[in-house]
Structure formats: C-alpha cells, structure tokens
C-alpha cells in the first residue's frame, strides 16, 4: 500500500470489501456486540491475510504445474524485488491491458510463470528464481487479480536471452531444481554388517540418539571426533535451528519438516538480501539449515534503508498472517510489498488518516509511516477498535535494512 491505495478496486454489491463486510451490511451477531470502550475484542484470524481476501472475490485456476528435477522449460517471467520461496503465495495486480493479455495468452496451456529476484546491487536479474503456479484470477474493470503459489526453484539457463514480451512481463528458458532425497553423509561408508541395524533417516534428533552406539563402530575408523559427524545429520541441524528460533516465535508456528523449514526461515528471520540470494540457491536442505545456524547466531537490528536509523529489534517480530512475520502483499496499483509485521516501533512518523480500504488485514486501518530522521516510507501502522492486536506495524522490505550487531561466533 501507497500514496496511491486510496484508489481501491470497486467491487459489484454484495461482495466483501478489502477484505472485511461494510457496516451497512454487518451481520446481526456482530450488530449485536456491545458498542464503545465496552466491546469485546477478538483475536485476529491469521488464516486471512493468506487469502488476500483485499482481491475480492476470484475464479479457481485447475490444473497443476510441475516440472521433472532438470527439466529445462521456456515460461513468462515476471520481475519484482521481493522473494517468493516454495510453499508462499504471491498476490498480483495487473492494470496495464498489453500485460494483461501476453499473460494470459503465455499462461493459457500452463498456468505458471517464473518470478525473478535483482541481484544484490539490485542492477540485474539474480540467476536463480522460483516457478508460481496460478491458482485464482480474476479480470475485472480491466483489472487482473490473481494469487499464484511458489512451487519449485529454477535456475536461468546460462546463454539464453531475456526477452522482454511488455512491460515487466518477459520470457525465460529455466532449469527446473528440485530437492534431493535426505540421506546420512556416512551412509554410504556404512559397514555391510550394520545397516539392517543403524538408521540414518531418523527425524529426531533424540531418536537418533538411541542409535549412536552402532554409529560409534563405524566412526572409530575415521580420525575426527564423532560429534563432528553428528554436526552434519540433518536431524541434528533441525533440532538446533528449532531450538534457536523459539527465542522469537512459538513453536507451534515453526514447522518441523526440514525443506520447509529451510525455505520457512528465509520468510520469517530477517536477513540481508545478499543472505537470502545465498540460500535461493543453495540445492539441498542440509546445507541450507547449516548456513541458516551461522545466520541465526548474529544479533540483527531493523534500521531505516536510507538513513540507518533504529526502526524496531529482531525480538520485536511476531505473525499476523500463518505463513509468518514476513508475506508478499500488492496494493491497487500493482506494486507487490514484502512486508514484515513488528509489535514495536520507533523513530517513525504518521501520515494522514487512517483508511480501511484495501487494507491486507481485515478488520485494520492502515496510516503510512515515515522516518522520523528523512522521512523516507517505512511501511504503515495498523489499527482496529474491536481486534486484538488493537495495533501493529507493518514495515515495508523495502524501507529498511538489516544491519548485523555482532557476527555469529
């Protein structure tokens, strides 16, 4: 949301408005609660924000695009600044009607695109990006409204052009990557005589345990320590970044699959885009959550991008969407937000009234922020009378930077 989000799309009557019911047609339950300083407050659903109900209402896309691990495919590519990882939702709005129709025509047979990431100079296109399926859209008053959902990572293939079709819609000819199958870096050293009794794919780093003896058999044979090897078990490598994280989240929301986690990370623990590019392109999951351990054991402050003042604390994170703290947003004009919610803020400074329209959180108002020392946009507070939390700040990706305190030991 901009400047510009006063400009909300017109939905026909009858249909939910940004994302929550206008007044006029409240249901009676709601009617029905006590008004003024004595009104209940109810806990915000963090399922909405994921729907992007603030589209309005859109048509299902069937079908389903996946693509074979090194398959090398031509699609239509769409470039933005922010980080789609596999398993998050994008939200896209397409005013401009020569887009409009080369994506629909590029989509018809596959409804799929390739999102593209800049560089970390933000000068050229990263070579790693992510293929987006589309699974709803809507054409309405001349407007696209789609969602699409990050489902494999790709790489461009190296000496084929970029071609621009229109606008920031091109075409790309990508290589398709895909996870490799867990395994135990000493599996394949394993003695003949012990693997109908050693497991290597444990999922616990506990139940692991109850196995080291016969780890310990192999290992003798190698000079290093076994803890050493243990270090590198993927097991070993979930369990410790998990553990790490409950010092900002609750548990419930960390997910414990590995892949995920990786790529949940990325979306949730404030990193330098550098970082992030770094892990895009990392193919397995071990060596990814080994990298994301280093990068969990620097302490990181939010600071504005262009000035560097103090805007809010790693530990002042926290979700308001099931996705996490960190989710793709696009206001009526197009421009797709990377957005971070933070319970506390400072050095900021409102603009302008408060608005509900469009707004990617049903049931808040959103009011800009600026920075207090060079007024440059950070993002928007949001706040509601009847929701708890009665308020919140949602801080652009674009407005701020991480700064690292202290590197990691």
């Given at each position: ?6 400009n909300?799309n017109n939905?026909?009557d009858g ?6 019911v206008?007044m006029e047609?409240?249901p009676?339950?709601?009617?029905e609660?006590q ?7 109810d ?11 603030y589209?309005?209402?859109?048509d ?5 695009a ?5 398959e090398?495919t031509?699609l ?21 009607d ?8 590029h ?7 390739v999102?593209?990431t800049?560089?970390?100079d933000?000068k050229?296109?990263?070579a ?9 859209t ?12 990050s489902?494999?990572?790709?790489q ?14 091109y075409?790309?000819t ?6 490799p ?24 780093y506990r139940e692991?345990n ?30 410790k ?20 986690l ?27 959550l ?8 620097m302490?990181r402050l ?6 560097e003042?103090?805007?809010?604390q ?8 099931k996705?996490?703290v960190q ?5 009526p004009?197009?421009?797709v ?6 319970s ?11 608005s ?10 959103w009011?800009?922020m ?6 440059s ?17 949602g801080l ?10 202290t590197?990691a030991?």
């Open positions: 949301m901009s400047d510009s989000d006063d909300a939905l026909p249909q939910m408005e940004n994302g929550h206008p047609v409240e009676n339950n709601s009617a609660r008004s003024g300083s004595a009104r209940s407050h806990q915000f659903d963090i399922d909405l924000p994921t729907s992007h109900r589209l309005g209402k859109l299902n896309v069937s079908g389903c996946f693509y074979d691990d090194g090398i031509t239509a590519a769409i470039q933005t600044n922010t980080l789609v990882f596999p398993g998050f939702t994008l939200p896209l709005v397409l005013n401009n020569l887009e409009i129709n080369m994506l629909q025509r989509t018809q047979k596959k409804n799929a695109f999102l593209l800049p560089t970390k933000f050229s296109v990263f790693y990006g992510v293929i987006m399926e589309i699974f709803e809507h054409l309405r008053n001349d407007v696209l409204y789609l969602k699409a959902r489902r494999q990572r790709c461009l293939v190296p000496g084929k052009e970029i071609k621009t079709l229109v606008g920031e819609l075409q790309v990508v290589k398709v990557m895909l996870e199958p867990i395994t135990s870096p000493i599996s394949n050293t394993q003695l003949n005589s012990l693997k109908l009794r050693a497991r290597f794919k444990c999922t616990d692991f109850k196995y080291r003896k016969y780890r310990q058999y192999h290992l003798c044979q190698y000079p290093l320590a076994t803890w050493v090897y243990d270090k590198h078990e993927m097991c070993f490598l979930r369990d970044l998990i553990q790490g994280l409950t010092s900002y989240y609750l548990i419930e929301f960390i997910p414990h699959d590995p892949v995920q990786s790529f949940w990370f990325v979306q949730n623990f404030q990193l330098k885009h550098e970082e992030r590019l770094k892990i895009m392109k990392i193919r397995t999951a071990i060596e990814r080994r990298l994301e351990l280093r990068y969990l054991n302490k939010i600071c504005c991008a262009k000035c003042a103090e805007i809010a790693q530990n002042n994170v926290f979700p308001m969407s996705d996490g989710s793709n947003y696009c206001n004009g197009g421009y937000y990377e957005t971070v919610t933070v506390k803020a400072t050095n900021f400074t409102l603009i302008g009234p408060p509900a329209q469009f707004s990617w959180f049903p049931g808040y108002s009011t800009i600026q920075c207090k020392m060079c007024s946009h950070l993002g928007w507070q949001f706040t509601s009378a009847n929701l708890k939390p009665d308020k919140f700040y652009a990706k674009n407005g701020f930077d991480v700064k690292i305190v590197e030991a």
